[in-house]
């Protein structure tokens, strides 16, 4: 699937550590000396992943106690298995595969639990920011996304992941990432005009 | 606002603050770690089990929804999903109906299909080659849209449907858009051999029952209808809450969990079965499992030996050959399965086909 499949032609996410082909890069020392009992290093790993982490969370869930849950889960899962890890893998992808599951997971739950009640509607979610003033016109404009349309915008401009992977966490065809990241990407933009006009 | 800009705020906007949250996950880590002395462990490669055969109770008997209801909108009549809504393309033709029907509970459907031109784009940019594709959808002209998958297909895919394929399949929660008969609305798309899916579930009582489906062909007469040379099948599927009520996770996905699809060409014969709810639950599995970086499920970790041959570049061979080798010594089957494995090479993408018609992507290293 891959010549006849077309995506928008934008910028490249900054792919750093995130990028899952690159080798692990600092974390394979960092997570050398955490092994070896660093209280140090563990702290180092959390505070060097978390805003990357929370991002991508609340981006998804579009709820700043969601996302710190889910921040705070992968980050916890990445430390207790510090034993088995790796370090020849990057531990980017490892945390942003936790991050989207349970950030989907947690969405589906919520989708599920109102109906079940005979409320809201499967996509309301409490309004982002608890509240707080936020210049984020973006990330507002990310509650026009399906979670899952909203989880390939992430991974793919923010985490920096290739549409072939991104199909293969969301578990569908790469042709079809590359269609909804198209109109998702379009419809940010036409969401955006809109509230600008307004 | 343009594009890039987007992607810049995307990535830099300023969010509430989770400084807290952060502190309490620096503390929860620290008390986690001094709690701990566990032994350096490798696990074993999980293995996915095989599905026993079910014996079905068939409820209803396998029909299509368009044989028994009726067909509500002709075969190649304009559909009722205005242009705008379909495909969002750059340009595109008029879509039109492939199937019709009524989901059960009475909502009207119509699965639906056109071409969609894609821009080409400029040298080095981002993705594929521009071009013309085959959109399919299903579409639910009386209730508001759900998040059905709209696949599109391609030249480049000829290949990919050539033989038994139930790809992509997927599914959407249709609570308070359709009845609870409707439930979950599946779909998938389908290589075009395949006339007819059984998709089942196991119901509270522990029987195994078929789901309605629909199928629609895009054939000759479409294929000119549109002026596309795709040959492709696109199927839709419906399954009720059937008791269980809503799911709180994968591992209690109720029927969900139960999932299967499968396809028969016109003689009957089965093409391709899909155990979606083995995945569906499993895929938690084997999710946590390859959060375990030590552990693979075992089609991956035979896709990875597969891969070991064609990844050229020095860190892709060390990453993908390494790890390989050392699941293939601990489990030989690894070897007979890879061979199964397709991979070829695309401008510096490895593309991987398993011998269940997923595929995925990976770079090759270059």
């Known amino acids: 699937m891959g010549k006849g499949i077309v995506q928008a032609v934008v910028p490249e996410a900054k792919r750093d550590e995130a990028l899952p082909s690159q080798p692990s890069g600092p974390d394979a020392a960092l997570v050398e000396a955490a092994r070896s009992g660093s209280d140090r290093a563990t702290r180092e790993l959390i505070e060097a992943h978390w805003d990357r982490c929370y991002r991508a969370a609340y981006l998804i869930t579009r709820d700043e106690q969601r996302a710190e849950d889910v921040a705070q889960e992968a980050l916890l899962a990445a430390v207790g298995a510090l034993e088995t890890f790796d370090t020849n893998r990057p531990l980017g992808p490892w945390l942003h595969r936790i991050v989207v599951n349970r950030a989907l997971d947690l969405l589906r739950e919520e989708q599920a639990r109102p109906q079940a009640l005979g409320q809201q509607g499967p996509h309301h979610l409490a309004s982002p920011a608890g509240g707080q003033a936020l210049d984020a016109p973006v990330a507002a404009a990310m509650e026009a996304l399906s979670p899952d349309d909203r989880a390939a915008v992430v991974m793919r401009y923010v985490l920096g992941y290739r549409a072939g992977e991104i199909g293969e966490l969301l578990d569908m065809p790469e042709a079809t990432v590359r269609t909804r990241l198209h109109r998702a990407m379009e419809k940010l933009r036409n969401t955006l005009e809109v509230g600008h006009e307004n | ?366």
Request: net charge negative.
């Open chain 2, 1 to 366: 606002m343009k594009t890039e800009e987007i992607i810049e705020r995307l990535q830099t906007e300023p969010l509430p603050s989770s400084d807290q949250a952060r502190e309490r996950t620096l503390n929860l880590a620290a008390a986690q770690r001094s709690d701990r002395a566990r032994p350096r462990r490798r696990r074993r490669v999980a293995v996915l089990g095989v599905l026993a055969t079910v014996a079905l109770v068939l409820s209803p008997p396998g029909r299509s929804l368009a044989e028994s209801v009726g067909e509500l909108v002709g075969i190649g009549e304009p559909a009722s999903l205005p242009a705008e809504e379909f495909g969002d393309m750059i340009s595109r033709g008029e879509p039109i109906v492939l199937a019709s029907g009524e989901a059960p509970g009475g909502s009207p459907y119509e699965i639906v299909v056109g071409k969609a031109v894609f821009p080409e784009r400029p040298e080095g940019g981002a993705g594929g080659s521009g071009g013309e594709q085959t959109c399919l959808t299903v579409d639910f002209p009386r209730a508001p849209r759900l998040g059905t998958v709209e696949f599109c297909v391609g030249e480049s895919d000829t290949e990919f449907l050539a033989s038994g394929v139930l790809d992509g399949v997927n599914y959407a929660d249709g609570a308070g858009v359709l009845a609870p008969e409707a439930r979950y609305v599946f779909t998938a798309l389908l290589s075009p051999e395949i006339q007819r899916v059984e998709l089942t579930y196991v119901n509270g009582d522990g029987e195994t029952v078929q789901a309605p489906t629909d199928i629609g062909t895009v054939d000759e007469e479409i294929r000119q209808a549109i002026g596309s040379d795709d040959r492709v099948g696109y199927m839709v599927g419906f399954v009720p809450d059937d008791g269980l009520g809503n799911y709180e996770s994968r591992k209690k996905a109720g029927v969900l969990g139960t999932i299967e699809l499968v396809g028969f060409n016109s003689e009957g014969e089965e093409l391709v079965r899909n155990h979606f709810g083995e995945r569906f639950t499993g895929q938690l599995d084997s999710r946590i499992a390859f959060d375990d970086p030590q552990v693979l499920p075992h089609s991956e970790a035979a896709a990875w030996l597969a891969l070991c041959a064609k990844a050229t570049g020095e860190a892709a061979r060390l990453l993908v050959c390494r790890m390989a080798e050392e699941y293939a010594k601990e489990d030989p089957s690894l070897r007979t399965e890879a061979e199964q494995i397709h991979v070829t090479e695309d401008g510096g993408l490895l593309e991987v086909r398993m011998p269940n018609g997923e595929n995925f992507g990976m770079d090759s290293g270059e």
